[in-house]
């Protein structure tokens, strides 16, 4: 029987657990007037939309930053910055014409020298733009509003990874901003996208305000995913950080709030009960996943990380946080349901998990009692739990695990630490993404394994990254089939990733909140309005 994924919730609703509700409510918020949405997304401590892909750091990018090109609701790029294109017949010249009415927060017309430097900068770091950069022949503005990327061979997903959502993502910022390192941070919040980042009103660790641009001119085309028309329909947007999921419950209860971006399961039956709250289906699912630092023991050693595949019971983590109907094991590379999910090399998966088959595994890697240190968001219920079990689960088998807790912004600052547990550094992470950014192995970077120049965790295989690198090469999705078997055979063997499950997380808001835009990995504040 097919089950659909609105059955699904509701299945999981009837499971809910009740909580009890504070019943005392933060005094110091008044009620949001009809022209200021209150939005509880997480934590919020990196702004350079470069610097990092955690998933808040996007939603704040899109706010205040624009981009050339922009995905439809069906994934399909189309023009945002960029009013006219075109490409030489033997594709390998492609020629941009900014649109009528880019503006910087600062005053300053925002210019083809501006995104020339913004291409350059975000192509140091994202797999995508690396790929742009090596192909690239030359990049140069031609005018003001007009430049060119001259290639030295054709590049057909050049728009597609021009307009890709998974961060990095290629805001443009102003050339004085985009012309440094890309690990070098930009610290002034200023772009030209359709919300201002309120520098007088931002209150690290409670709350970040975003007033709309009335200088913004969104484009002519209605709304459609992140393309077409950014129309802000509301003054101000307050994002708010409220990391107990009772009390953010019962603020969106009291109209205080009007959203939470990631409710805690056990208040869905609570909030599909509510009568003015409704709960909303994501636009893909999200795919929980470990990523071990393979630069240091005891993950240096391929052997550990195979045991971690055996170790993990996806189904008991995946309960730490959700009922069953919420949820399913995991085991390609590419997703559950994409075009190119695939059995390959798949044996490692057991139910229930292994253990003994773990222990022999971190004997072979010659495990001697290191430290094991597993950064602990305290802030993300989900995260926070599955990392508790894991610690549990591998003091069971005789490893030296322990955790780091933080919140969220700590745990992102300290992933980017490469050295030892001594040192500051860590062993273990959790985090998540959209089924739907699986299926880009060339603008995801969680899904290279190019060492020290690839994303945290820096595995590294010379192998999978040249089987990576013929994905632009395949014309047909027959071909993207055949390649992503082999990429998933390698990548199970050197295991750059350990899947942990995947579930459906919907979002909470009131009923009074509607034309929000659902979107894979970020949160959209332009279209919504209040009643």
Known sequence: MTISRRELIKAGLAAGAAVSIPSVLRAQTLPADARTVRMVMGDLSIFDPILTTDTGTVTHGLAIYDTLFALDSKFVPQPQMVGKWGVSEDKKLYTFELRDGLGWHDGSPVTAADCVASIRRWGQVDPGGQ????????????????FTIALKEPLGLLLDLLAKLAG????????????????????????SGPFKFNEALAKPGASFTYDRNEKYVPREETSDGLAGGKVVRV????????????SAFAALQAGEIDY????????????ESDPNLELRLPKSNEVFFMRMN????????????????????????MRTTYPPEYTRTITSLFGNGTPYSNDENTRWFKKGGDPEKAKQFFMEAGYAGEKVVILDPTDWAAANNMAQLLSATLRKIGVNAELAPSDWGGLVARRANKGSVENGGWSIFITSESDFSRTDPVGNPTLSANGENGWYGWPKSDEYEALRAKWTEVETIEDRIALARKMQQEHWNFVGTVLLGEAVSPTASSKALTGLISMPDCTPMWNMQKS
């Open 168 to 191: 990095p993502v290629p805001f443009m910022m102003r050339e004085k901003d985009a012309d440094r390192s890309a690990t070098e941070q930009v610290t002034a919040n200023v772009g």
């Open 260 to 271: 939470i971006g990631t409710p805690s399961p056990d208040l869905y039956s609570l909030i």
């Open 131 to 146: 790929l742009i950069m090596a192909r690239a022949r030359d990049i140069s503005k031609k005018d003001d509003k007009t």
């Open 235 to 246: 003054d101000r947007v307050i994002w708010e950080i409220i990391a107990d999921q009772q």
């Open 294 to 317: 393979c630069l240091q023991k005891p993950f240096d050693n391929v052997k550990a990380r195979q045991a971690m595949l055996s170790l993990i019971d996806q189904e008991a983590v």
